[in-house]
């Protein structure tokens, strides 16, 4: 049985105050974390404040992206190997607004995700597609091309330790959200892929990321393959943040 998750992308945003602020809440706020997993990727800046303060919690320590090199000339990057040391277990890769902003291709995500992958940190790796993507009926194939990236980087027997988030990117802060239905559609695709490369499909984790809230997380987490969430808005209000995690308890 897999382990549900769920991880809060802080985005570009916290400060000084807000940090110990919104971290003491939601520790003071999980009574159980038996059942699943919950973990905070705030930016850089504020990973040593972070780990201080989460050094007595079982909540997870992630980062925002990760270099995909582990040293050298690259200046403005941050490495795996940095990430740890200050207690991070995962870092996001790939996120639409990586991709889309910042021009990150596919294969540099591919890139990010093995060097992450082989410094002993979860790469939680994101794939979706655009609305003119989908309105074109090009979300398979979207998803498949960023998905055969990973799998040209990631030997097989490495992929059962990463995690796969499905961002629509169309409902990414926009307030719209991918029905229950139509995010299964595409996990349980995404599963499959991942079965033509792996016979540990059915145990590696795929989480939805887009406009969740604690009103639809219980529907979205209800559907077979989805394992929990990549959380964006909703995870800097500590009760918001609680209550979807909540929801993944119940997977």
């Not at 040293?71 to 403005?76: D, I, S």
């Not at 996001?92 to 607004?97: F, L, N, P, V």
């Not at 990414?172 to 995010?183: D, H, R």
Request: proline share 4%; with cysteine; glycine share 8%.
């Amino acid at each position: 049985m897999r382990r549900p998750i769920v991880v809060g992308n802080w985005k570009m945003n916290g400060t000084l105050a807000s940090v110990p602020a919104l971290l003491g809440a939601i520790k003071a706020g999980v009574d159980n974390m038996e059942a699943a997993d919950l973990a905070v990727c705030p930016p850089h800046v504020f990973l040593p404040m972070a780990a201080e303060i989460l050094a007595s919690s079982a909540i997870q320590l992630g980062a925002q992206n990760a270099a995909d090199q582990e040293n050298g000339a690259y200046t403005g990057e941050i490495s795996a190997p940095m990430l740890a040391m200050f207690g991070c277990t995962m870092a996001i890769i790939g996120h639409s607004e990586r991709r889309l902003i910042y021009g990150e291709d596919d294969a540099l995500v591919a890139a990010r995700a093995a060097q992450v992958l082989s410094n002993g940190l979860i790469p939680v790796i994101c794939v979706g597609e655009t609305l003119e993507q989908r309105n074109s009926d090009e979300t398979f194939a979207v998803i498949g091309r960023q998905l055969d990236a990973v799998f040209n980087s990631i030997n097989a027997d490495q992929l059962v330790k990463v995690v796969i988030a499905y961002e629509p990117v169309w409902a990414i802060g926009t307030g719209q959200t991918a029905s229950a239905e139509q995010a299964q559609d595409v996990h349980a695709f995404i599963r499959k892929r991942l079965a033509t490369v792996t016979p540990d499909a059915e145990a590696i984790r795929i989480v939805y990321g887009g406009s969740v809230k604690p009103d639809n997380a219980q529907g979205l987490f209800n559907m077979p393959d989805i394992d929990g969430g990549l959380i964006g808005g909703a995870s800097l209000d500590a009760l918001s943040f609680l209550a979807i995690f909540r929801a993944a308890l119940s997977i």
